[in-house]
């Protein structure tokens, strides 16, 4: 897939400090709005999604050893994107109801990784699993060591395999 385009977007900096102090990602925020307003199709959609994944695993990766709470973020997002990609790819009714909601709850989640476990391979809910630990334990409550994301990085990149190979069929 590709390698995406870099933008930069200059927002005022009282909206952005109250977005962060509100606990959003400004960058999700703004993917999001644009993969809502652009109308794509569900095949362009998945595109979107899986490009977004590699991203976030490369740039997570990246940031073990820096930044310890930003690689469990984008490592989390990077396992998220991937399951909205293959929910969309499956036709699953979490997908759909995403899209009437206009984004994406963890119950969704959650519930299209388990049934992409089931109709795919059981994997894929462990892996979530593990990603979902990083998003708690290191990004929300900062507990987590260099050593304990780089253990769980092997989850990420498994799942994103299983993905790959899925969404090239």
């Not at 307003?37 to 899986?50: H, T």
């Not at 992409?116 to 979530?128: F, M, P």
């Not at 990004?139 to 780089?150: G, W």
């Not at 799942?159 to 969404?167: F, M, P, T, Y």
């Amino acid at each position: 897939m590709g390698k995406g385009v870099k933008i930069t977007v200059s927002i005022p900096e009282v909206l952005y400090e109250k977005l962060v102090r509100l606990g959003l990602d400004v960058e999700s925020l703004i993917i999001e709005r644009l993969v809502s307003e652009s109308n794509l199709d569900p095949d362009e959609e998945v595109k979107v999604r899986f490009e977004l994944a590699e991203k976030y695993l490369e740039e997570g990766e990246g940031l073990i050893d820096k930044d310890v709470v930003q690689a469990c973020e984008k490592l989390y997002k990077s396992v998220e994107e991937a399951i909205k990609a293959l929910a969309i790819a499956e036709r699953l009714s979490e997908a759909d109801e995403a899209r009437r909601r206009g984004r994406w709850t963890l119950a969704l989640l959650d519930a299209a990784a388990r049934k992409l476990g089931e109709k795919i391979s059981g994997r894929i809910y462990d892996d979530w699993d593990h990603a979902y630990f990083m998003h708690v334990e290191g990004f929300h409550e900062v507990r987590l060591k260099p050593e304990q994301v780089r253990a769980r990085l092997k989850y990420v990149k498994e799942l994103l395999d299983l993905a790959r190979k899925h969404l090239e069929r």
